[in-house]
């Protein structure tokens, strides 16, 4: 059956660390792999999107990379800041009939300490 | 734009009584999903509409879930009757075809609690 796997225990560093956040995945094959932030009350906000073909992605203090080989996603932030602490989610997309479908993990809570 | 509207934001119900969540999605997109979330569960994936035409609704738990677009500026999700696990947050969120990014902008969501 299909997974998507994300580290469930929290993830806690110091201000100013480099955070990596890891998603798995088995029996997919994703045209596309999101990675979302939601903060708690709230609904989850894009942040980057890369592309089956694509090793890397960076937007300011993000990076991104997927390897379909290994059927994972490293996002990493860069310089984190307490206010990077939220929950993020990955989500694999998958084309279905025309349509591109995400499907999402269940996240990694990210506690960045001052 | 305002982003995508939910209401209520809280909804506290009995169970089997009737339930409907609502949504505006965003002017200009094309497609709206629901989604609903539990710490157990995490964000899963009910239906999804396409020009207000419901595509998938292979998420949907049963027939006490139903889903209704009637204009590309409204939408319903309605449980009846609702029982206590059907409590969870519900998500609605829009996107547009045209980007190539295909994400997807959420709504505050509705925090539903069956007793």
């Known amino acids: 059956s299909q997974k998507i796997e994300q580290n469930s225990e929290a993830l806690n560093i110091q201000e100013g660390k480099t955070a990596t956040l890891t998603c798995n995945y088995t029996n997919y094959s994703p045209a596309y792999l999101q990675w979302y932030r939601q903060d708690p009350g709230r609904g989850p906000v894009f942040l980057l999107l890369i592309r089956e073909n694509e090793k890397e992605k960076r937007k300011e203090r993000l990076k991104v990379t997927f390897d379909t080989t290994l059927k994972q996603s490293l996002f990493h932030i860069t310089a984190s800041q307490p206010a990077d602490s939220a929950t993020y989610l990955c989500a694999l997309v998958r084309a279905s009939g025309g349509s591109y479908i995400p499907t999402f993990g269940r996240g990694t809570s990210l506690i960045v300490h001052p | 734009d305002a982003g995508v509207i939910q209401s209520p934001r809280h909804e506290v119900t009995e169970m089997g009584q009737e339930v409907t969540l609502r949504c505006k999605p965003i002017?200009?997109?094309?497609?709206l999903f629901w989604y609903r979330q539990t710490m157990m569960r995490g964000l899963e994936l009910l239906i999804y509409?396409?020009?207000?035409?419901?595509?998938?609704d292979s998420g949907m738990p049963e027939d006490r879930f139903s889903a209704k677009m009637p204009n590309a500026s409204f939408s319903t999700l309605k449980i009846q009757p609702s029982e206590p696990r059907d409590s969870a947050v519900y998500f609605c969120a829009s996107s547009i075809r045209d980007r190539g990014s295909y994400e997807q902008y959420f709504g505050p969501g509705t925090r539903l609690t069956v007793t």
């Open positions: 509409f396409n020009n207000n035409v419901p595509i998938d």
């Open positions: 002017s200009g997109h094309d497609y």
